[in-house]
């Protein structure tokens, strides 16, 4: 359903904190979508309550195209997105299934709605059921530096990734970005160290064996971490993963 064109008859609520937002269909490079410019005006009128923004996506079979009233991706995400939000805290971003959907451009375009609100947001949640839809690590980084800005004090402090590939080197960009984070959870699709990138390495157990290594070699002092969470998007143990990253972070209180 598009929901875009039913903000236009919304009124103004002036006590709200949270809005949970389904931007529609997502189908190759489009999304349904017909009146983005009415959310970016009901997000401009609460500007100053708006404590907490989720944004969901899902997707649909090609043969369901000619139904729906499709704008492009880039668009849908930035027109309604076009605002200045001081107040917000938390942002969620979470992906459903979606077939047949434009990995790359997808991915471009909901990213590009994290650096606009880094300035405030404590909470950053990108949430995917499907590895097809993971982060990398250079997407990682572009993620988390909209956050480097801020002071370990003031800055990001819970995070939720989905991300393609753990290794060593991402452990260390989250630490070294993001040294005031108290709570992380990754969803992770895959384990390998530096020294298995180049090579195909099937059994898992050899890339636990080279992930636990290298992380042998790192210690995280001063990483303010005090809580993280492994999920497998495959067949890995998550909590042998959680175990060998805290190993080398002093300060971490629970791991699961």
């Known amino acids: ?36 410019t009415a959310i970016a005006r009901f997000l401009n009128d609460h500007a100053k309550t708006l404590q907490s923004l989720t944004v969901k996506v899902s997707g649909i079979s090609r043969v369901f195209r000619h139904m729906f009233r499709l704008l492009e991706i880039e668009q849908g995400f930035h027109i309604p997105f076009d605002v200045s939000l001081p107040s917000l805290l938390t942002l969620s971003i979470s992906h459903e299934c979606i077939p047949g959907s434009d990995m790359p451009v997808m991915k471009s375009a909901v990213l590009a709605l994290i650096p606009q609100f880094s300035d405030t947001v404590s909470t950053l949640l990108y949430n995917a059921f499907t590895d097809n839809i993971a982060l990398t690590y250079e997407e990682v980084n572009t993620v988390v530096s909209a956050f480097s800005h801020r002071s370990p004090e003031t800055g990001l402090k ?29 969803k ?69």
């Open 158 to 186: 819970v995070l939720l990734l989905a991300v393609d590939i753990l290794s060593p080197e991402l452990v260390d960009l989250l630490a070294n970005t993001l040294p005031g984070l108290v709570k992380l959870t990754l």
């Open 188 to 256: 992770v699709r895959n384990v390998q160290s530096h020294s298995q990138q180049f090579k195909v390495t099937p059994d898992i157990f050899r890339m636990l064996d080279g992930f636990r290594a290298e992380m042998k070699t790192r210690l995280y002092d001063e990483w303010a971490l005090r809580r993280l969470t492994v999920v497998s998007l495959s067949d890995f143990d998550q909590s042998s993963i959680a175990e060998i990253i805290t190993q080398s972070i002093p300060n971490i209180q629970k791991w699961t």
């Open 1 to 36: 359903m598009d929901v875009s064109c039913l903000f236009d008859m919304l009124g103004y609520f002036p006590q709200l904190r949270h809005l949970c937002l389904d931007l529609g269909i997502v189908l190759d490079t489009y999304i349904q979508m017909s009146t983005p």
